[in-house]
């Protein structure tokens, strides 16, 4: 269904104006005509622009250009040689997702720019006006003596309006696992997030911030910068001017190759984003991050199905069992990065894992994640030298991969594959297609991966470039073996589940597993009111949800700060096609909130975020595909809250029965954070209601079709 409306001179007249006072000025309007972009070539010819909502000017003249190794900047002295614009209105298919049906409607304009001087180089900027935001990427033209560009850096430029309120984590080349910090422009200190005890490794080399970063003006509107298509290049940080209010982009280096990013000819950089919201549940609804990769190029990937999944996982991160076969590395060596510790028993057994197969059969869930299956865990975290150690083939001896696959397909559930590979991507790439080929053999379609550490070879970066193309090489690979991947300590999603869409989830924040060790008291009630307004404006999140034993007994300085309710809210508040549950089965086995779980859907028709304010709550509704059940979640911060719920989103001619896990009266998420009261009634469309939210709490409703 893709409609483009015209190239050229015809469109340029319908939303291309040009400006008598600043003659190289020109103007690209959304389709409702509420977001403008303008080009502009400012003094000495520096290519620039500067971004409208309505009447409202969210980012003022800024700057674009480059830094190179061996040829001089490419910042200005250049001039338009032509204007090309287009328009697009089309729609796509997610094959599972937040929504069936992605509108994508835009218009386009592409400024041909050429040096006036030697050596005369020509660089394309492209811009995309959508009703939800803006975008703009570079594109490289072929240079006559040269093949390749050697990029020291980018220099885009984003000058805010104001000293807007920012939910920010710091620019870390290494890690996105950091708590969010909210304060205005002014105050960002991001290099003051260094070295913090919990996290396995941190650099954070500018006073810089990670992408997606949300901000909101004073009057209200927010503006989130992030990037799109984030292909063959290094991941882009924000470095802060605290005084002028810009920030600039700062991509992520290479100090092994000594520099930022090294392109064939022609190059495209990936799209710079800014999404434009009043309300801010519209930033959640929006898909102008996916609208900006291309098209799937896997064709049919039916081989993959939505799903819950249950896992030898949680009980590692309490300390209750481990990863390798000798019990010496449990999470207190993991926290305190080398004390040994012999207490426990390896939790990936072929016994344990038919206990997971079998709850997980009983509940209807489709993965069991088996973690700490393979030999190399004995020299995992704390070692230099990881290259070689981890082996993606070979089981421990008390883990029989056949029989395990066996008895998990006879009982109708998939073994999820768990690849650790320790943050040395060469031995990882060295043994990906035998690796998933073993996977393909036992008809494993799912791969749980992790880079935890610093990255081998040293002076590589989690988010530089080379890893870029390595965890691409992993997605691509996978795709072969009909594979799809879940990756953890990732690099960041910049919409690319639409065209390889065995992306299916990532980490890339801090997750659940931080509330079971560490040592700063864990997420705060505040966190996951921030991760659904940032961090998942970015893709689907593996955030592993569901503890229902909150105080974590076998973890006295430890506990989960939100409410039960609230872990059932999260099934819905957080999109991943891939959803755990992540407590203990005995945490489970007779609790009737399980029912929840059970029910909840894991892939969406629509989904309609009802109310919500950054870092205060969010109440989300999805409706599931193909059963037509609603599901609606929301959760808040440490302060309580009355949601009046207003049923219109449903069906006119449709019965609902629906079934509210809610805070009970007494419920808080310190004191008394299990207390849940559940309540069944019928519903259609039209009717409220109000429902109590404690601190730190959340409420879950199924409404089920009748
Ligand atoms: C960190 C991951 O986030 C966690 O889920 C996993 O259990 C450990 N690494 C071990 O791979
Ligand atoms: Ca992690």
């Keep these: 269904m893709r409609k483009i409306v015209g190239w050229g001179t015809m469109a340029l007249t319908i939303f291309l104006a040009s400006c008598k006072e600043e003659s190289s000025k020109t103007i690209l309007l959304s389709p409702n005509g509420q977001n403008e972009i303008q080009f502009i070539l400012t003094e000495n010819a520096t290519p620039s622009y500067r971004v409208r909502h309505g009447e409202n000017m969210v980012i003022d003249t800024s700057t674009m250009g480059f830094s190179f190794k061996d040829q001089p900047p490419l910042q200005q002295g250049l001039a338009v040689s032509n204007i090309r614009t287009s328009q697009v209105d089309e729609t796509w298919e997610m094959p599972w997702g937040e929504q069936r049906e992605v509108r994508n409607h835009f218009n386009e304009m592409v400024v041909s720019l050429e040096e006036t001087k030697a050596p005369g180089r020509k660089m394309n900027i492209h811009f995309k006006a959508y009703d939800d935001g803006v975008a703009f990427r570079y594109e490289f033209l072929e240079q006559q003596d040269r093949d390749s560009i050697t990029i020291m850096d980018e220099h885009t430029a984003f000058q805010l309006t104001g000293d807007h309120t920012t939910w920010w984590i710091p620019g870390d080349w290494d890690l996105y696992e950091h708590l969010y910090n909210t304060s205005k422009v002014s105050e960002i200190d991001a290099r003051s997030k260094q070295n913090h005890p919990d996290l396995a490794t941190t650099y954070i080399p500018e006073n810089a911030v990670n992408t997606p970063v949300t901000l909101r003006t004073d009057n209200g509107l927010h503006l989130v910068l992030h990037e799109a298509n984030l292909t063959d290049y290094a991941g882009m940080t924000l470095k802060v001017d605290n005084e002028n209010l810009t920030l600039t982009s700062e991509l992520v280096g290479s100090d092994r190759l000594g520099h930022k990013v090294k392109k064939s000819l022609p ?268 961090r998942m404006l970015s893709g689907p999140i593996d955030f592993t949800p569901g503890v229902f034993e909150m105080d974590l007994p076998s973890k006295p300085n430890n506990q989960i700060n939100t409410t039960l309710a609230q872990q059932l809210a999260l099934y819905v508040v957080i999109y991943g096609p891939v959803q755990m549950a992540a407590d203990l089965p005995e945490n489970y086995e007779g609790h009737p909130a399980l029912q929840f779980i059970r029910d909840v859907g894991v892939d969406w028709e629509q989904t309609k975020v009802l109310d919500g304010a950054v870092g205060d709550f969010v109440t989300i509704a999805r409706k599931e595909r193909d059963t037509g059940n609603w599901f609606v979640g929301s959760i808040t911060d440490e302060n309580p809250r009355e949601i009046r719920l207003d049923f219109d989103f449903l069906e006119a001619d449709k019965t609902y029965r629906a079934v509210l896990y809610k805070d009970a009266p007494d419920a808080h998420y310190k004191e008394n954070p299990e207390a849940i009261s559940i309540e069944r009634f019928i519903i259609k469309k039209g009717d409220s209601q109000t429902v109590q939210l404690a601190p730190g709490g959340g409420f879950a409703m199924s409404l089920l079709v009748e």
Aim: aromatic share 12%; no cysteine; charged share 20%.
């Design 267 to 534: 190059a495209k950089t990936p799209w710079r984003t800014l999404q434009i919201a009043e309300r801010a549940g519209d930033l959640i609804e929006s898909r102008l991050v996916e609208n900006l990769n291309e098209p799937n190029v896997l064709g049919d990937v039916s081989w993959f199905t939505p799903m819950k999944y249950v896992g030898i996982w949680w009980e590692m991160h309490l300390g209750l069992s481990t990863w390798d076969l000798e019990g010496t590395q449990d999470m207190n060596t993991f926290a305190t990065l080398g004390k040994e510790q012999t207490s426990s028993v390896h939790g990936a057994t072929t016994e344990n894992t038919k206990k997971y197969i079998d709850f997980a059969a009983e509940n209807g869930f489709g993965g069991v994640l088996v973690e700490g299956w393979n030999t190399g865990w004995d020299h995992w975290i704390g070692f230099e030298d990881r290259e070689g150690v981890f082996d993606f083939v070979t089981p421990y001896a008390d883990y029989d991969l056949e029989e395990v696959n066996r008895y998990a397909k006879e009982k109708g559930v998939e073994i999820i594959m768990h690849h650790e590979t320790s943050a040395a991507p060469r031995t990882y790439e060295q043994q990906m297609e035998a690796a998933y080929a073993l996977m393909q053999k036992y008809g494993m379609h799912s791969v749980k991966s992790g880079y935890v550490g610093p990255i081998i070879p040293k002076g590589e970066y989690h988010h530089g470039q080379w890893m870029v193309n390595h965890y691409r090489k992993a997605v691509e690979t996978a795709a072969k073996y009909q594979v799809a991947v879940n990756a953890h300590e990732p690099i960041k999603a910049t919409g690319l589940r639409r065209t390889y869409p065995n992306i299916i989830s990532r980490e890339g924040l801090r997750g659940q597993e931080f509330n079971a060790w560490a040592t700063d008291g864990g997420n705060p009630p505040e966190h996951l009111p921030i991760v659904a307004f940032t």
